[in-house]
């Protein structure tokens, strides 16, 4: 049927408003795309340019070099050294046990590494390289890098790694690295990011724990492309980190040598101060171990060694271990008498060998006794007596007092591990700790260094320090931090009266010089270098009165663990000191024939700075001594040796 105009015209207008309609629709929506994309390609172009770089782009830490340790002579204590390692991706590897049984053929695997290796590679991802060795020799990486072709997934490599190259000298001062731990990380509130990098190391005990942060140093990064699995495609750039400071110290490379060798073959310990600075120039206990053996993880065979063995390896005897002073106390006890005007230096006390107090006898090391007595001759002979008297009359405040003033029951602020604080005790201490009054036997019996006094060799070394200067010397251990000088421990004046010291010096200059001063076998002799010393020896068992009666038993008839320890203190030269030494020998038996020579020995060698001369020695000790300096000579580091292989 043919359409009229009317009906076409009313059509043409309906398909035009749907045109309209629709155009109009397909308009908004393009429009709305339009604004779409253009805000997030204008508007948020950073944000998703952002999220795309870190899908894209991997930032990864770069482990600083940690700073290295010398001594005061610029000799090298803890360094860091190449070592070569070998590495395996197990991705590269395929069958990982046919690589590890060529690797076998061409070097020899620790079992425990592999298998800690094997236990990493399950639990990381496949393109991650996982240590095998470390530490290997060149010959070794030398073998595997022309075998590499049959060994896939196998890559030497080279690195930082600690290493102590006088061993076992400073393995209590400077202690030892090793890799972050668990416990490690625990420990830590916001750990550095470093530590999550496998294997780095940290400081463990001693100075390498104590000045960590130090060392560390700060991380560099690196940015790196990966794919979609996260495996490394290229590095973009890199940003090197800021290495460890460097630390010099107060020690002496040689003297702790010395002192290290003297004291083999003995449970001791030895500190020597500088005492003008308070510099500590040598700080040795016996036995010692192997720090370069913890540097990687110590194995469990040479870990059970050094904890099962009675003489206790691991401990830092000079600065953790406390002892009773026994009579090296003496010279606090005389300095509050003195101090608090109890006595004078002419004042007696008659010692007939022992004292009654309180229904209990106390007796004097000398079962005679030593009459009357005066305050120089009761520490040239070491009277118990005279002492027990004095402590009675000055009581124990005034003596707690001039000990921590000497440097005793007080912490002094090393960066070393578990610094003792000893003990000076007090009555509100007993109240405090123990719940009981304090009673007079207390007072007496801390009058010769026994009962609850404690003290380290530490503490006696800067006991003898103060008294040979009257000045409040503090030990120092670090000389500088990246060559900027750290301050002197010279100390200012105790405020002592100087007569009160110089009666207490003469005492102890009787002891070492006076034919019958306890300490006169181990004397020196050269002029100009002679020694103030006193000799102590303190019990580590009750003597009962049935075997006082019987006679007492000699310390060479009683188990090791049961004899006396033997303690020295000195300070030397008399007229100028300038060092001051402590010796303790556990178990040692007497002060004066045992720690007394291994100190004269120390002190001689700080004095001369070596080898002292066989004239600064009595005659009938010089054959006995030139062998020992022969046998201790071959012990001695050749650094300018180590200096050039190293070169």
């Known amino acids: 049927m043919k359409r009229t105009p009317k009906d076409a015209a009313t059509g043409s207008r309906r398909l035009t408003r749907r045109t309209l309609f629709i155009g109009g629709l397909q308009a908004s929506f393009i429009g709305v795309l339009a604004w779409r994309m253009r805000f997030l390609q204008v508007d948020q172009a950073d944000e998703f340019r952002m999220l795309a770089e870190e899908n894209r782009i991997n930032i990864r830490l770069i482990p600083p070099a940690r700073g290295e340790i010398f001594d005061r002579n610029g000799v090298a204590i803890a360094r860091n050294e190449p070592a070569y390692r070998i590495t395996i991706v197990r991705e590269d590897a395929g069958d990982v046990e046919t690589v590890l049984g060529r690797l076998s053929q061409l070097m020899k695997l620790d079992p425990e590494e592999i298998e800690r290796a094997m236990t990493e590679m399950k639990r990381s991802a496949p ?7 470390d530490r290997v020799s060149w010959e070794d990486v030398s073998r595997i890098a022309v075998n590499t072709p049959a060994l896939p997934g196998i890559t030497p490599e080279v690195g930082l790694s600690r290493g102590y190259p006088l061993a076992q000298d400073f393995a209590h001062v400077v202690g030892y690295v090793g890799p972050v731990s668990d416990y490690d990380l625990a420990k830590l509130e916001d750990p550095d990011q470093l530590l999550r990098i496998p294997r780095f190391q ?26 979609a699995v996260g495996r490394v495609m290229r590095e973009l750039d890199r940003r090197e980190g800021v290495p460890g400071a460097n630390l010099q110290l107060t020690t002496d490379y040689r003297l702790q040598n010395y002192v290290q060798a003297r004291l083999a073959g003995e449970s001791a310990a030895a500190v020597v101060i500088d005492c ?80 009654e107090v309180s229904n209990r006898r106390f007796h004097c090391w000398k079962r005679g006794g030593h009459g009357s ?81 404690l003290a380290s060799p530490l503490q006696l070394a800067i006991m003898a320090a103060r008294v040979a200067t009257g000045r409040n010397v503090t030990p120092r251990i670090i000389k500088s931090i990246d060559g900027v000088e750290q301050p002197s421990g010279s100390g200012e004046s105790l405020g002592l009266n100087p007569n009160n010291l110089r009666h207490v010096q003469q005492g102890m200059f009787e002891v070492s010089n006076n034919r ?29 009165a049935a075997e006082r009666a019987a006679g007492v038993t000699s310390n060479a008839d ?48 700080a ?38 292989s190293r070169a």
């Not at 106390?329 to 060998?353: Q, R, S």
């Not at 030269?573 to 291994?598: L, Q, R």
């Open 516 to 544: 019958r001063g306890t300490g006169y076998g181990a004397r020196i002799i050269a002029e100009g270098f002679r020694m103030a010393g006193k000799s102590g020896t303190s019990q580590v068992r009750n003597i009962s």
């Open 373 to 453: 007595v005066n305050l120089e001759g009761s520490l040239q002979h070491s009277c118990d007596v005279y002492y027990y008297e004095l402590a009675m009359q000055v009581g124990i405040e005034k003596i707690s007092e001039m000990a921590m003033k000497l440097g005793i029951g007080v912490h002094h602020d090393l960066p070393m591990s578990a610094v003792a604080t000893g003990l000076a005790p007090t009555k509100e201490w007993k109240r405090t700790v123990r719940g009981q009054d304090w009673v007079i036997g207390d007072t007496v019996n801390s009058a010769i260094g026994q009962g609850f006094v």
């Open 202 to 227: 940290i400081g463990k005990v001693g100075l390498e724990a104590k000045m960590e942060e130090k060392l560390r140093g700060s991380a560099g990064a690196r940015r790196v492309e990966v794919n």
């Open 558 to 605: 009683l188990p090791w663990e049961r004899r006396d320890h033997a303690l020295w203190v000195d300070f030397a030269p008399f007229d100028n000191p300038k060092v001051a030494v402590c010796v303790v020998v556990e178990h040692g038996s007497g002060g004066s024939s045992t720690a007394a020579p291994i100190a004269r020995d120390i002190t001689l060698q």
């Open 276 to 355: 003008e600075h308070g510099d500590l120039l040598a700080v040795g206990s016996a036995p010692t171990f192997d720090p370069n053996l913890f540097v990687e993880g110590i194995s469990g065979t040479d870990y059970r060694a050094l904890t099962e063995n009675k003489y206790r390896p691991l401990a830092a005897k000079a600065v953790q271990g406390i002892y009773p002073p026994g009579s090296t106390f003496k010279m606090v006890v005389a300095l509050a008498g003195l101090e608090a005007g109890v006595i004078g230096p002419e004042d007696t006390f008659y010692c007939p060998g022992y004292l």
């Open 127 to 133: 393109f991650l390289p996982i240590t095998l060795a």
């Open 607 to 644: 004095l001369f700075e070596g080898d002292p001369p066989l004239d600064a020695y009595p005659a009938k000790d010089r054959e006995a001594v030139r062998e020992r300096q022969e046998r201790l000579r071959a012990l001695r580091p050749d650094v300018e040796r180590e200096k050039k």
